[in-house]
């Protein structure tokens, strides 16, 4: 399960991605729009600018911009940048490995086994799903 973090930030990112590539969003109406916490948002908001994947502008009609193309910016970035590690086991890990502290030989452990192909799976699917990939659908349904 993901956190409510990570699934506040694709919705505000998702949220940019239709409305804000060019003129900026108040976090005002985008907390109001996609039913974030105001400061909870601002937080969330705060460390994607500072991680280069939304831009702020300051003053009146400033907001925030979404930060390169949605169908370059990967579910599996955004995760990682949100909630860290995204691995069931510290021994599956591509960005954090650790070695279990209970196991002597990953190739051996059956939980590990388990989680493997599963977690490989997931890995693959969030590697190819982008930004785009949210807004297809709301993005065809005004246009019918």
């Known amino acids: 399960m993901i956190t409510k973090r990570a699934k506040y930030a694709l919705k505000a990112l998702l949220h940019l991605a239709e409305h804000g590539r060019t003129t ?9 729009q996609c039913r974030i916490p105001r400061k909870f948002l601002e937080q969330i908001l705060l460390d994607l600018r500072n991680r280069g994947v939304v831009r702020s502008y300051r003053g009146q009609g400033g907001g ?12 599996i970035d955004i995760f990682r940048l949100v909630d860290g590690p995204m691995a069931p086991l510290p021994c599956l890990s591509q960005t954090a ?9 990953e190739e051996s452990c059956g939980v590990r086994r388990l989680f493997l192909e599963p977690y490989g799976a997931m890995l ?3 590697e190819r799903k982008t930004l785009a ?6 993005e065809r349904r005004r246009s019918q």
Not at 24 to 32: G, I, K, L
Not at 64 to 75: A, H, K, Q, Y
């Open 124 to 126: 693959e699917r969030a």
């Open 64 to 75: 925030f911009t979404l930060v390169g193309d949605p169908g370059e910016i990967r579910l």
């Open 97 to 105: 490995y650790t070695r279990c502290d209970d196991c002597e030989d």
């Open 133 to 138: 990939d949210g807004i297809a659908n709301s």
């Open 24 to 32: 900026p969003c108040q976090t005002r109406e985008m907390a109001e």
